[in-house]
């Protein structure tokens, strides 16, 4: 630390000039004003989980389930995910890729999960949901 701390200080400056070392901080915990209260330490799963709340990112591939429609107008897919934590909000979707060919894709999302359904004409053999982000920021 390379300042002596005054009341106008708003910021904390660590500088490190010996090439080739590594400089690590642990167990702290910055607020402001005068008083400071109890260390809280959490888990990584709890902070994770807390994130999670407001944002989740899926990367991979789903594959969808195939149902007939009565009348015989053709099949639909569908692709069911819940997410690992229950969402501040009902969340929105982006970037949401599903292959396999049709058209008429919906999106059904709530703060458990989203549902994915396509209902083509025909469709491939194959019809996954791959990638999305589910944002329910403040």
């Avoid at 390379?2 to 607020?31: I, M």
């Avoid at 330490?41 to 902070?47: D, L, M, S, V």
């Avoid at 934590?85 to 009902?90: I, L, Y």
Wanted: a neutral charge; charged letters at 15%; aromatic letters at 12%.
């Amino acid at each position: 630390i390379d300042a002596t701390p005054v009341a106008t200080n708003r910021c904390l400056r660590v500088g490190l000039s010996t090439p080739g070392t590594s400089f690590q901080v642990y167990g702290v915990q910055f607020e402001p004003g005068p008083v400071a209260t109890p260390f809280e330490h959490r888990p990584y799963g709890t902070e994770l989980a807390l994130c999670e709340r407001y944002f989740y990112k899926f990367v991979g591939e789903l594959f969808a389930l195939t149902y007939a429609r009565t009348g015989g107008s053709g099949d639909y897919r569908v692709v069911n995910f819940t997410f690992p934590t229950t969402m501040r909000s009902t969340p929105t979707m982006n970037n949401v890729t599903f292959t396999g060919g049709g058209s008429d894709m919906q999106i059904f999302a709530n703060p458990s999960g989203v549902s994915v359904i396509q209902t083509p004409k025909s469709v491939a053999n194959g019809t996954s949901l791959k990638n999305f982000e589910a944002e329910a920021e403040l």
